[in-house]
């Protein structure tokens, strides 16, 4: 069975730019969590879909977005990225909201 | 916050069992004990988790205090490879608020030659 696949593997964008970063769950899996890890901060959750619906959401403002498709592929978006965004954007799936999760390797973002 | 306490860092000669503890002195009865691991660069990967009982599986032990209040993961002969942070998590599975995993700082494992 394929692993969680992220794409990009890395990216690096300026300041004010947007980015759109892409996670394809473990077949099977409906649920999609999106995390970022950063030295200072550690791993913080940003949101959770599952069957297309944002399900938790954690504590980050609104220029960080995602959604989910019907076939459980999931994006995040960040608009008017600013320095503090560069981190490792890390998505994890699970068949189940709530059950184990299996991370991919993550896309590792940096703005200049 | 995180919900669990553990050692910045430990130390583990190569072949030796670690042992990785953690108090979660504020754990729920319905809560689970998680163990995950970060390999530098890479996305955290699931070991182990229990509710009371001790539990064992192909990669590790985890040993769970009668109160609940702390646990112990052990890698019974640690290698050069399980040099890695290791996160202990306390979580209720299967939960629709719980599908964000309150991750800690972790313990920095170095296994050495």
């Avoid at chain 1, 189940?96 to 590792?108: A, L, V």
């Avoid at chain 2, 754990?27 to 995950?36: L, R």
């Amino acid at each position: 069975k394929a692993g969680v696949t992220q794409t990009p593997r890395y990216l690096i964008k300026t300041r004010g730019q947007q980015v759109t970063l892409s996670c394809s769950p473990i077949s099977g899996h409906r649920s999609v969590s999106w995390y970022q890890q950063t030295p200072g901060q550690g791993l913080q959750f940003l949101f959770e879909y599952f069957s297309e619906t944002q399900r938790n959401k954690g504590n980050f403002p609104g220029r960080f977005s995602g959604r989910q498709f019907s076939n459980s592929r999931s994006e995040m978006n960040v608009s008017t990225l600013e320095l503090g965004d560069s981190a490792l954007y890390l998505c994890a799936s699970s068949e189940r909201q709530g059950d184990g999760y299996t991370f991919g390797s993550g896309t590792r973002l940096t703005v200049v | 916050d995180a919900k669990t306490t553990q050692p910045t860092s430990m130390d583990c000669a190569e072949g030796r069992a670690a042992n990785l503890p953690c108090n979660h002195s504020t754990i729920s009865g319905n809560e689970y004990v998680y163990w995950y691991r970060q390999i530098h660069s890479q996305g955290p990967q699931y070991i182990i988790h229990g509710l009371k009982n001790n539990e064992t599986n192909e990669m590790a032990s985890l040993i769970i205090t009668e109160d609940r209040k702390s646990s112990t993961l052990i890698l019974p002969h640690a290698t050069l490879r399980d040099t890695a942070v290791y996160y202990c998590i306390v979580r209720v599975p299967l939960s629709s608020n719980t599908g964000k995993l309150i991750f800690g700082q972790g313990t920095t494992l170095q296994v050495k030659p």
